[in-house]
């Protein structure tokens, strides 16, 4: 695959806008990760209710995100993206001028999960222009959105320190409107875009298994992207005990991998298929949060946390590499539905971590769970592809890359035995 043929497949403004806009979304989204210590120490809370405060938007944006992806369906992306874009600077507006105890977090963390199911619009406005072989860069590339990470877990603590958190929401204000004027100006719904579907079709999505699985597998690697995000300058600033900026700097250290890795992940799914890259993604994490469950030195912990973020990112990019192959006319909603998914493995992650660090004072026996985790994935999706073989169409097969582990292993006892 040529660069220069990519350009040419599909619409590049519409891919900036879709970026653009996941982008900004993700800043505002993640906000309350960033700014939580602040928060913290203003309200006196415990690292069960820190960790449930930057989870809650995590959360809500599981349940935005299908409601979003059906709005898109509904009145196209574009329009879908101005409503949302919109609705985001709402939270922001609660953050500056009222939030003075949990309760208002609480409501404000509900809405920010509006930001967080862009998601459900940006993927399927921008890859709606491309043919499948170019599916995993333009998702990849939408995708990459998830930098916006970096702009909260960098700026967000320097403002909060010189003008004070209340003041962060409103600064974070003026890229969100900024982004909304562009997103009017650049986006196009494709013509190609497909048909509105029913809601009879969107239950018949949830009935097939592969749905199911392509939501446990996103859970994972979005949902550790997003939920290590939200809570590593907590993690920075409560186990190793560095200031809040600090701790800011080191999150933007790790998150940076997993931020600019989507879209090369996508690319090379492309390339050698999903699913091969995805089953060697999970298995690296796990092995890496292992490492990072006994609590290192500071440099080597953050070394892990980079290259687990990294594959974690590039596992985004591979997992909707995989999507358009096995529900190629039901992107839009599969999108929402995986992506929802991912949400609620964010939610998980910091909530359990919070709970660990009540019970037991550091967050290690928690990390070390969420690996185990990871590896349960990667045998699961060793099984399912024997099956996937069988069911998917061929074309698919070989696009995502799939293949069955008996036959591999066979193939390796035999070249075994020739040699000898």
Same mark, same amino acid.
């Given at each position: ?16 806008? +879709? ?22 120490? @203003? ?32 009145? &196209? ?17 609660? &953050? ?154 080191? @999150? ?21 298929? &999903? ?10 994490? +796990? ?66 971590? &919070? ?16 690996? @185990?985790?990871?590896?349960?994935? +990667? ?42």
């Amino acid at each position: 695959m040529k660069l220069s043929e990519f350009r040419h497949a599909g619409n590049s403004p519409t891919l900036l806008a +879709a970026f653009l806009y996941f982008d900004v979304s993700f800043m505002a989204w993640v906000l309350l990760g960033p700014l939580a210590p602040f928060i913290s120490e @203003t309200m006196k809370l415990s690292p069960t209710q820190k960790g449930f405060m930057v989870a809650l938007p995590l959360l809500a944006g599981s349940f935005f995100r299908p409601l979003l992806g059906i709005l898109g369906d509904r009145i &196209g992306g574009r329009r879908a993206g101005l409503v949302g874009l919109t609705l985001t600077l709402l939270p922001l507006v609660i &953050g500056w001028k009222f939030a003075s105890s949990l309760h208002y977090f609480y409501a404000l963390g509900l809405l920010l999960g509006i930001a967080g199911a862009s998601f459900a619009v940006a993927l399927p406005l921008a890859g709606a222009w491309y043919p499948p072989e170019y599916q995993g860069l333009a998702m990849g590339i939408a995708g990459a959105g998830n930098s916006g990470t970096l702009m909260a877990t960098f700026f967000a603590p320097r403002l909060a320190q010189h003008f004070g958190w209340h003041s962060t929401f409103a600064l974070a204000m003026i890229p969100v409107f900024s982004v909304l004027l562009l997103y009017g100006l650049l986006a196009k719904d494709s013509p190609k875009r497909p048909k509105v579907v029913a809601f009879r079709d969107y239950a018949s999505l949830l009935k097939e298994p592969d749905t199911g699985w392509f939501c446990f597998l996103y859970s994972l690697t979005f949902g550790g992207f997003v939920g290590f995000a939200s809570f590593l300058t907590l993690f920075f600033h409560d186990q190793y005990h560095l200031s809040k900026v600090r701790a800011g700097d080191f @999150t933007t250290l790790v998150v940076i991998a997993g931020s600019l890795l989507r879209p090369v992940g996508g690319w090379i799914a492309d390339r050698i298929g &999903g699913y091969r890259l995805l089953l060697m993604l999970l298995t690296g994490i +796990a092995f890496c949060l292992a490492g990072v469950s006994m609590l290192p030195a500071l440099g080597v912990v953050a070394a892990l946390l980079f290259a687990a973020m990294g594959m974690l990112g590039m596992g985004n990019g591979a997992v909707f590499q995989l999507v358009p192959q096995r529900f190629s006319k039901s992107v839009g909603i599969m999108t929402g539905l995986v992506g929802a998914a991912g949400g609620l493995g964010g939610f998980v992650l910091p909530s359990v971590l &919070g709970v660990v660090k009540d019970r037991t004072g550091q967050y290690g026996s928690g990390i070390l769970l969420f690996a @185990t985790v990871f590896a349960v994935g +990667a045998f699961v999706l060793l099984q399912l592809g024997s099956s996937w073989r069988e069911k998917w169409e061929a074309d698919s097969v070989e696009r995502a890359g799939i293949f069955c582990y008996r036959d591999f292993i066979h193939g390796v006892t035999e070249g075994n035995e020739e040699t000898t």
